[in-house]
């Protein structure tokens, strides 16, 4: 293995955390190649008139560059 890039981003879904995650992941895919793992750094989520309507995660993305 070379060198490792890490990168943050943020996921978000209107079905759950881990599902933001995926999300993240699956965009990131379409322009990043070499994805070898995920951090998730922090988990929140919007509330509106008590109820969770948007689920957010920060993560840090970590591929290995390509020359």
């Keep these: 293995m070379g060198v490792i890039i890490v990168r943050e981003m ?3 879904s209107s079905h759950s955390w881990s599902d933001a995650a995926r ?3 699956a965009l990131a895919s379409k322009t990043v190649r070499n994805i070898k793992s995920i951090e998730v750094v ?7 008139a008590g ?14 560059y390509e020359e």
């Design 51 to 64: 109820q969770i309507v948007e689920y957010r995660v920060q993560l840090k993305l970590d591929f290995e």
């Design 23 to 25: 999300q993240a992941v």
């Design 10 to 12: 943020v996921g978000t």
């Design 42 to 48: 922090q988990s929140t989520a919007v509330v509106e």
